[in-house]
């Protein structure tokens, strides 16, 4: 099985910074990643699929990159409504993993 | 717009069976892939299961393989998961998730989940 991480496990961090979270894939799977967003007591939302691309309605604040075995999900200019946690999932190879999650707080 | 509404959760003990259902409406149920997600209180999102547009693909989370089946039904447009031996650690809220491809791939939630308690 393909195993996720992600780094850090939580941030906190002032209104307007950039935030990066990274995420890495036990073995490559090519851009086969997707970001999640969960606020509190939510159901989670897809921020970005195939590694890089924006889902509709989604900030352009928020930006993916990566490949292979290494990925980062990108919040430039943090807003207080960024206040959540935050998966990276793989659907490269069964059975799909997601990471273990970042929680992002606002200082 | 596309709903999802999942159902079937409920208190039951360990080693009995559920049977979670997930309604869908708003697309064309027949040319997508479909999951189950998962989140134990507190914890983080486990995938459980998937199923591709015409059931010829489907996998599972090791931790419900063998116990756990997933299936669908496209003239009703209702996606299943039968859950057999369960146990405590399967108390979960379960989401059903749209795949945008109709093989399995990446996907999005829709739903607001449905509960499932095991416990005696």
């Known amino acids: 099985d393909i195993q996720m991480t992600q780094s850090p496990s939580s941030l906190s961090a002032s209104v307007g910074d950039r935030v990066t979270i990274t995420c890495r894939a036990s073995?490559?799977?090519?851009?086969?990643l997707g970001w999640y967003q969960q606020k509190s007591g939510k159901a989670p939302k897809r921020l970005i699929y195939?590694?890089?691309n924006l889902q509709s309605g989604v900030p352009s604040r928020f930006s993916g990159s990566g490949s292979g075995t290494e990925f980062s999900l990108t919040i430039s200019g943090l807003q207080p409504e960024d206040s959540a946690t935050y998966y990276c999932?793989?659907?490269?190879?069964?059975?799909?993993?997601f990471g273990p999650g970042t929680r992002v707080d606002i200082k | 717009e596309v709903q999802v509404v999942e159902s079937g959760g409920g208190l039951e003990q360990p080693g009995r069976s559920l049977r979670l259902s997930c309604e869908v409406s708003?697309?064309?149920?027949?040319?997508?892939?479909m999951h189950w997600v998962r989140q134990a209180p507190g914890k983080g999102l486990e995938w459980v299961s998937g199923?591709?547009?015409?059931?010829?693909?489907?996998g599972y989370a090791d931790s419900v393989k063998g116990r756990f089946t997933i299936s669908r039904d496209n003239a009703r447009n209702f996606l299943y998961l039968q859950m057999n031996s369960l146990r405590p650690e399967d108390t979960a809220v379960y989401y059903c998730?749209?795949?945008?491809?109709?093989?399995?791939?990446?996907?999005?939630?829709r739903g607001q989940g449905t509960l499932v308690t095991v416990s005696s």
């Open positions: 998730a749209k795949d945008m491809n109709h093989w399995l791939s990446s996907f999005d939630f």
């Open positions: 199923i591709d547009y015409n059931s010829r693909s489907i």
């Open positions: 708003g697309f064309n149920f027949e040319d997508y892939g």
């Open positions: 073995q490559g799977i090519r851009n086969d």
């Open positions: 999932l793989q659907h490269n190879s069964y059975p799909f993993t």
């Open positions: 195939a590694a890089s």
